[in-house]
């Protein structure tokens, strides 16, 4: 009997939490462009997937996990250009910047995870292949996958000791892990827990997200407003991804420092997160949109603001170094976007969950701070000593270098299982 009670209270959970979505869309601002999407699904799904085409889905929470499966979907596209692809995000901030992503022929939120919700969606779309990355591990969605036998893979994926599948009560949630066809993971110790409870078809193919970063930099956007602003200086930062948190560790020492020139791409920028933002530079900060327009004012200013989407990647090889937000909260941002330009890192202390910061601090291409006093003397030492800056440089894009390859391991599989099914 408890086998029943499990799946049933899961789906009323999820259920419960939809409910939870559409009431909080009348005042939260992401939540209502949660709901207004999830409203619109089966009428795009209806509009945009033919009965006679070939569909892989790929499903992402948000716009960390789309960069992991970005690689996947542009090699496929290139190889096999007549099968057509879905993309599906959980999350707003996913969804809302890459809904005209062209490397997808249908995008748009993945329906909750009901009974109903599945068999709708995958009445529809009828998918030959299900790609789910990192951690998007939904119950009834890999019931019904297997329950059709749709191959089924997990990549990208990584595993720690305290995740609930490796827990006395995790028996129901190992069971979901059992219905991945395989599952790619990022290093040996996630492929060791998995065998732990049983499950022997993991493939070690480490972060997709590291080919990404270098078909970036392979192709990366002359930026002539950012090249104009840093030339001649005599160290320049680049803050990415930056929150408040982040601020109040690095800004009082840039203060101190006007021949350090700094690039701040801040995670949100509102019109009253940017004019504070500017307000707490004593040399003059600028923002990317007024320097578009007028050249002249960055020769005054000590900062500069990218106040848009779509530079981040780029912009990082402007840098001699690179301050990486977010783990002095929730969580760290990506690294690799800027140690593949060799640009030595730093980052707050919340960054134990990612496998790249650990082992890049563990070679001295990245360093972790927990306070104001640990950032300056970090940064001083980048100012005052240019060859151990460019050391920790060099380390940092080897690394990303040596850590290359795993969409080619993963899709490889993929197309094998593809050219089965025909």
């Not at 602003?229 to 109040?248: L, N, Y």
């Not at 563990?362 to 005052?384: D, H, P, V, W």
Request: charged share 25%.
């Amino acid at each position: 009997m408890i086998r029943f009670i499990e799946p049933a209270l899961y789906s009323a959970g999820i259920a419960l939490y939809a409910g939870g979505v559409r009431i909080a869309a009348l005042s939260n601002p992401k939540a209502k462009l949660m709901s207004e999407g999830h409203e619109r699904i089966f009428s795009v799904l209806k509009d945009n997937i033919s009965p006679s085409e070939r569909y892989i889905w790929f499903h992402a929470a948000s716009l960390g996990e789309f960069e992991q499966g970005r690689p996947l979907m542009e090699r496929l596209r290139v190889i096999h250009p007549e099968l057509k692809i879905i993309l599906t995000f959980f999350s707003p901030s996913g969804y809302e910047v890459r809904k005209n992503y062209e490397g997808a022929d249908v995008i748009c939120y993945l329906p909750f995870d009901t009974p109903g919700n599945v068999r709708k969606f995958l009445d529809i779309v009828n998918p030959e292949v299900a790609v789910f990355i990192k951690y998007e591990i939904w119950r009834n969605y890999l019931h019904e996958l297997t329950r059709r036998k749709i191959p089924t893979y997990l990549v990208s994926a990584i595993f720690r000791p305290n995740q609930i599948f490796f827990k006395p009560l995790g028996k129901q949630y190992r069971k979901w892990l059992h219905l991945f066809d395989k599952i790619f993971v990022q290093d040996e110790r996630s492929r060791r827990l998995l065998s732990g409870i049983g499950y022997e078809k993991a493939v070690i193919s480490g972060d997709t997200r590291f080919d990404r970063v270098l078909e970036i930099s392979e192709a990366k956007k002359e930026i002539p407003e950012l090249r104009n602003f840093t030339e001649g200086a005599q160290m320049v930062m680049m803050a990415g991804s930056s929150w408040e948190k982040d601020e109040e560790i690095y800004i009082p020492w840039i203060n101190k420092h006007p021949e350090v020139k700094l690039v701040i791409a801040p995670h949100e920028f509102d019109e009253e997160r940017l004019q504070k933002l500017r307000n707490r530079f004593i040399h003059g900060a600028v923002l990317f949109s007024e320097a578009r327009s007028n050249a002249d004012c960055l020769r005054d200013s000590q900062v500069l603001i990218i106040d848009c989407f779509g530079l981040l990647s780029s912009a990082y090889t402007y840098c001699d170094v690179a301050y990486i937000g977010g783990a002095f909260g929730a969580g760290l941002h990506n690294i690799n976007e800027a140690a593949v330009y060799g640009v030595p890192v730093v980052f707050g202390p919340k960054f134990d969950k990612f496998l790249e910061a650990v082992e890049l601090t563990e070679l001295g291409g990245a360093t972790s701070i927990a306070s104001r006093e640990e950032f300056e003397a970090f940064a001083n030492k980048m100012l005052n000593n240019p060859g151990e800056r460019k050391k920790a440089g060099e380390i940092a894009c080897n690394y990303i270098r040596r850590k290359a390859g795993a969409s080619e391991i993963i899709l490889n599989d993929i197309l094998q299982k593809i050219r089965k099914l025909h």
